[in-house]
């Protein structure tokens, strides 16, 4: 029942990447045609479009195939993006090339090709995500897996599990260590999780779950680095896991900060009537400066003054001080999550906007001067340094983001610890592709009010 339920899966996903690899091909032909008169090009047959079309789907679908995507169980958006961008690409590479050996790329312009690839890559991964949400809602998605552990450790990984439907890994039953018996457990195709704590003998266990399971997945309760881009390293026989923090290396600094410019730059441009009109309700609800700067800290310790759209009355500290000491309960919620979730103090305009984060859109000026960057660990208070601890060391070496990882998992009800924690995950696996999954989600977050 399981593997039919694979194949069926597997098969939804395949008709609508083809459906999408086929629809690019057509729509880039009528958009070419638009331009044809304008440009003076010349028209395509189609039935050659129809004939690159099935080339393109046999070798998208094909290389998605082979890289795991069907049904890709066990991926996250971020490794899931990646590896459908890659295979995308490199797709439309072979398509092109054998266009060229047969010279067809006379008769078929190489520019549809071009938007065909482009469209894909934009397509294919929304589709992706939402048919995943979708099926993860129902029965027929997902693989049943085993936990073994014992403690609060493993109870968090089956309620991340959970959470994460998408995973697509479902935790059928939580059984104790000490109930791996390679006599009395049967070979099964299932997948065993290990919740590993330090007091485990780890090398017998992964191995006598081998025995029985087809995968074994080891989860230890001490790792906040991620998964990502760990790469194993053998050391003479014996294996060793390479980490290291990817968003502090220069390189990548320097491609982060040449997106930020260029998509900063062209945010600017197409928001600024938005922003305008911001400017004059925020003017006509109450009384007070249209922006509100906020000292934050940046890069390097370095205190950097935060550009918002004022969403509060004035004296706003004030207020909120004379409240979190009449209110015991905000107090408590103040402290635990540094923000109130419904605050007084807020005005009506500034509802409005928080909601659909629009009261963020001045720190654009930040990124394009480079006190921040587009997405990024939380811009923390001043106030807040003696709370971030040790984390402080490694989240303040970077620059702090409009947006950020913890922001677009919709966890703005999370504890501070856990916004630290999530932060430095952000540090340690950051990646481009990551990158733009923060930005997709934004997206969402500020098209559907849920910024606040």
Not at 63 to 83: D, N, R, S
Not at 112 to 134: D, G, Q, S, Y
Not at 257 to 265: A, G, H, N, P, V
Not at 277 to 295: C, E, H, N, T
Request: net charge positive.
């Amino acid at each position: 029942m399981t593997r039919s339920k694979l194949w069926f899966v597997s098969l939804i996903f395949i008709l609508f990447d083809g459906l999408i690899v086929g629809s690019s091909f057509y729509l880039s032909t009528i958009i070419r045609s638009l331009f044809i008169k304008l440009l003076g090009l010349g028209p395509v047959a189609i039935d050659t479009v129809f004939s690159m079309a099935q080339l393109g789907i046999l070798f998208v679908l094909g290389i998605f195939f082979f890289q795991g995507l069907y049904p890709g169980y066990g991926l996250t958006a971020v490794k899931e993006l990646e590896l459908m961008s890659k295979a995308s690409t490199l797709s439309f590479i072979l398509l092109t090339t054998l266009s060229f050996l047969n010279k067809s790329f006379i008769i078929f312009p190489r520019s549809i090709i071009v938007m065909t690839w482009l469209l894909c890559l934009v397509l294919l991964p929304v589709a992706r995500f939402l048919e995943r949400n979708l099926l993860s809602r129902t029965k027929l998605y997902g693989l049943p897996v085993v936990v073994y552990g014992d403690g609060d450790w493993a109870k968090d990984v089956i309620n991340s599990l959970l959470r994460v439907k998408r995973l697509g890994w479902t935790p059928t039953s939580k059984k104790p260590i000490k109930e791996i018996d390679l006599l009395k457990t049967k070979q099964t195709s299932s997948i065993a999780i290990l919740a590993y704590e330090r007091e485990v003998p780890i090398a017998q266990k992964i191995h006598d779950l081998s025995q029985i399971f087809r995968k074994v997945v080891v989860i230890e309760a001490t790792n906040n680095y991620g998964s990502l881009w760990v790469e194993i390293r053998d050391l003479d026989s014996l294996m060793g896991l390479e980490y290291q923090y990817h968003l502090l290396s220069k390189t990548n600094n320097l491609i982060k900060r040449i997106t930020d410019i260029i998509i900063s730059l062209l945010l600017l441009v197409l928001l600024s009537p938005l922003m305008l009109i911001v400017a004059l309700l925020i003017k006509l609800d109450s009384r007070g400066p249209v922006f509100y700067r906020q000292i934050r800290l940046g890069r390097d310790f370095k205190p950097v003054n935060i550009y918002k759209f004022r969403s509060m009355v004035l004296e706003a500290d004030e207020r909120l001080q004379a409240l979190l000491e009449s209110d015991p309960a905000a107090n408590a919620i103040f402290k635990s999550h540094h923000k109130l979730v419904k605050d007084p103090r807020v005005t009506k305009v500034g509802r409005f906007i928080r909601r659909f984060s629009i009261d963020e859109f001045p720190q654009l000026l930040n990124v394009l001067k480079g006190e921040m960057s587009l997405s990024g660990p939380r811009a923390y208070l001043p106030s807040e340094l003696g709370e971030m601890g040790e984390y402080a060391a490694t989240i303040l070496r970077v620059t702090p983001g409009m947006t950020g990882w913890w922001q677009v998992l919709g966890r703005h009800g999370t504890s501070f610890q856990k916004r630290l924690q999530m932060d430095e995950y952000y540090i340690s696996n950051w990646s481009i592709w990551m990158d733009v999954y923060i930005y997709l989600k934004t997206f969402g977050v500020v098209i559907f009010g849920k910024g606040a």
